[in-house]
C-alpha cells in the first residue's frame, strides 16, 4: 500500500510539471504562457514548451474587433508547426471565431474576437491553450468591449459665434455623445490640420470617458499668424464610424516691431577681389509678445547703390515676405567702390502706419592688399648660416588694403629666396586683435652667395597704390600711382642697386594694358613722396629692351624685399674706416655705400701693435666676419670678452652682445697701465653656436719696443 501512494504521488508530480500554464514565466511567452520554474521553485532547471497570446487591439468593438494571435514554441524555443490551439472567452460577451486553429510553420494560430451583438459593453479575458509533445501549454490575455452605437452629437469649441480665437490663444474643444450606455467607456480621438503641420496643439489627441462628453485643450502655436483663416478639427468615436467636423476661426496677431538680426559676414570686398563679395543680412518682424509675425511683406533697400552695389541682383528696393519665423532676408552683392552701406527693411503695422528698422553697417573693403602698406619684417637681419645648415629666421608680412584696413583670411603670400630654403606660400590670418599677418621659416642651406647677403621676396595679388586727390575712395584718372613693374630677386651684390637683367631672377606678371614706360613718381611733393619706390619694392621696368610697366593703375604683384646676412662662424674684426695703424694687415672689403666695387681698405685688428700716448685709452673697432667680399656683421647674439697680460686692466665697454644688424658694428674696449708699459690684450669673440676667435692686440703705453 505505501508503495502505491509513492507511485501516485510521482504521477500527480509528473502531471504538474508538465501543465506549462501553471508554472511560471517562459522566456518565449511574454508572461502569458508556462516554463521552467525558477531557482527555488522546485523544477528541474530545464526549458519547457510555451505560449504567448497577442491581439491586434485590446478595445474591440463591432466594428474593429481584434485579430488574436497565439505563439505556440517547443521546449528548445522553435517554432511548433502543426499544434492545436483552442481558443475561448471569459467574463465578458465576447466570442472568437474560429474556436480553434492550426499553428503554422511560424508557430501562431489565429482567431478573430468580436463582440456577441453591436451594443455589448465590458470586459474580459481570451485564453489559448495547446499540448505540445505531451505539455499542455496556455496563455490570456484581456480586452474591453466598446458599444459602436455611440455617436457624437455635437462638437464645439469655446470661441464665441461671429469671432476668431486670438493670436497664439488658447480654447476648450467639447464633442458631445449620444446612445451611450451608463457606465460603458468609449474613447475619442481629435485631429486637427495646424495640429498636423505643427502650427497648433492638443493636450491629448483621444480622452476615454464614461461621461457622455469628451473635453480637450487646443492652442494656437502660430497656424493664424501664417496666414490660416482657420483650422478644421474632425472627432472620432474609437472603433466607430461616427464623426463630427469643427472649423474654429483664427486671427494674425497685430504686428508690434521690425528688427534687424544679423549680417553675415559683417565685411565683404570689392566685386572681382576673389574674396566673399555677398553678405545675408536678416531681419524679422514679431508681434507684442516678441513672437515672429510669418507672411508679412516687407520692403527693403539700401542706403546707397555707388560701384553697382545690388540688392538681391538689383539696385532698386526688394519686396519680400517673412518666413514661418517672421524672418526674412537679402543678400546684398558688393560693387566697385568700397563703401560702408545700411539696409533700411520697412514693413505695414497696421492699414494706415508702417514701422522700418536699419542695419548694422555692412562694410565693403577693399580686400586687396596694396602696395604702400604691404609690409615685410624679419626676426634677425644676421644669422650664423654661411657655415652652418639649419640656422632658423623668420619672416613676417602685415598686409593691409587702401583704407589700411586688414585684407581677408586666407590671402595667399608667396615667398622666393635667392638662397637658403624658405616656406613657398602662407595665408594670411587675422590675430585675437584683428590685425592680418603670416610668418614662414627660413633655414640656411645651399649654396651661399659669396658676399654672405640672401635676398628674400615676399609678393601676393594685390593692387597698386595711388594718391585719392579727391577723397572718393576710387582712383580717377590723372591721380598719382605707383606702376609697378615685373618683381625680381636680387643676385650676386645686386640688392641696393636695381634689376639687373644679366643676373636677378625676374617673376613676371601678366600686363593688363599695352606695355609703357613705368611712370615716373616724384618726390618732390608730400603727396607722390609716400609712393616713391625704393630698394625694399624690387620691381623692373624693363626686360630685353621690353617695358614692364602698363601705365594703367590698377591690380598687380605687391612685394617687399628685405636682405639677410648669412655670417661666418669666426670673426676677423678691423679698425674703422682711416684708421690704419702702421704695419696691420690690410684686407679690401666692399661696404653699404658702394657695394659693387672695392670701397675701401680696412685694417686688420688681428696682430697689431699700437704704440699709445698715456697709461690709459680706448680702442674701437669693427666686429666683421670672416666673409672676404663684403663687410658683414657677425652673427647677431655673438659676445665679445677680453683679457690682458699682467700689468695691464682692461674692460669691454661697448658693442657686446652683437645686435641685429646687416651692418658691421662697432665695439669698444678700454684699458689701463698699471704696473707695465707694454701688454697683450686678447679679444674672445664668441659666436652664438660656440664658435670663439681670439685675437691678439699688442698696446704699449709709449712707442712699442721692438718684437
Known sequence: MGTMKFTALL????????????????????????????????????????????????????????????????????????????????????????????????????????????????????????????????????????????????????????????????????????????????TVSVSSTCVTAGKARLAASSVTTATGSAIFTYDDLGCGAGGNPSDSLQATVTGTASTRLLTIPLSSPTVSSITFVSASPETIFLKGSGFAEQAVVTFRVVDGSGAGVPGQSVSMSATTYTGGLTLDGVATPVAKNTDANGNVTILVNSGTVPTPVRVRATTQASV???????????????????????????????????????????????????????????????????????????????????????????????????????????????????????????????????????????RTYHFPTGFDQASDQRIPQTLAGTASPCVNISTATAATALLALDVSVPSAATFSGANRCDGIWGQAFVRRAAETVLSTSGSDPVWEKGDNPVGAATVDLRDTSNPLTLAATYSRV???????????????????????????????????TIEATTGLTVKVTGGSPVISTTEATLASVSYEFTTATVGTITLHIKSPSGVTTDIPLRVCSGLCPGP
Open 11 to 186: 504521477l500527480v508530480g509528473a502531471m504538474v510539471v508538465g501543465c506549462g500554464g501553471s508554472s511560471g514565466t517562459s522566456p518565449y511567452d511574454g508572461g502569458g504562457g508556462g516554463g521552467t520554474p525558477g531557482p527555488g521553485g522546485g523544477g528541474t532547471g530545464t526549458t519547457s514548451a510555451s505560449m504567448a497570446l497577442a491581439l491586434s487591439t485590446t478595445t474591440v468593438t463591432a466594428a474593429t474587433p481584434a485579430t488574436v494571435t497565439a505563439t505556440v514554441r517547443d521546449a528548445s524555443g522553435n517554432a511548433a508547426a502543426g499544434q492545436v490551439v483552442t481558443f475561448s472567452v471569459s467574463g465578458g460577451p465576447g466570442s472568437v471565431n474560429p474556436t480553434s486553429a492550426l499553428s503554422d510553420a511560424s508557430g501562431q494560430a489565429v482567431t478573430t474576437l468580436a463582440p456577441t451583438n453591436a451594443s455589448a459593453i465590458g470586459a474580459g479575458e481570451v485564453s489559448a491553450a495547446a499540448n505540445v509533445n505531451g505539455v499542455a501549454v496556455s496563455a490570456k490575455q484581456g480586452f474591453s468591449l466598446t458599444a459602436t452605437t455611440v455617436t457624437i452629437s455635437n462638437f464645439t469649441s469655446g470661441v464665441a459665434t461671429g469671432t476668431l480665437l486670438s493670436a497664439y490663444g488658447r480654447t476648450t474643444l467639447t464633442a458631445t455623445l449620444g446612445a451611450t450606455v451608463p457606465g460603458a467607456s468609449v
Open 606 to 640: 688681428a696682430g697689431t701693435s699700437l704704440p699709445q700716448s698715456g697709461a690709459t685709452g680706448s680702442l674701437f673697432f669693427l666686429v666683421r666676419d670672416t666673409n672676404g667680399v663684403r663687410l658683414n656683421p657677425v652673427a647677431a647674439g655673438t659676445t665679445i
Open 352 to 490: 494706415t502706419s508702417a514701422i522700418s528698422t536699419s542695419s548694422s553697417a555692412l562694410s565693403i573693403a577693399v580686400g586687396l592688399p596694396t602696395q604702400d602698406v604691404f609690409s615685410l619684417s624679419q626676426k634677425t637681419l644676421n644669422i650664423e648660416g654661411f657655415n652652418l645648415d639649419g640656422t632658423t629666421n623668420s619672416y613676417t608680412i602685415f598686409a593691409s588694403d587702401r583704407m589700411r584696413n586688414p585684407v581677408p583670411d586666407g590671402t595667399a603670400i608667396n615667398f622666393v629666396a635667392e638662397g637658403g630654403q624658405i616656406v613657398g606660400s602662407s595665408q594670411i590670418s587675422l590675430s585675437p586683435l584683428g590685425i592680418a599677418s603670416t610668418t614662414v621659416n627660413f633655414v640656411s642651406s645651399g649654396t651661399r652667395p659669396a658676399d654672405g647677403r640672401v635676398t628674400v621676396v615676399a609678393y601676393a595679388l594685390g593692387e597698386e597704390s595711388f594718391v585719392d586727390a579727391n577723397g572718393n575712395n576710387t582712383f580717377d584718372a590723372g591721380e598719382a600711382f605707383q606702376d609697378l613693374g615685373d618683381v625680381y630677386v636680387s
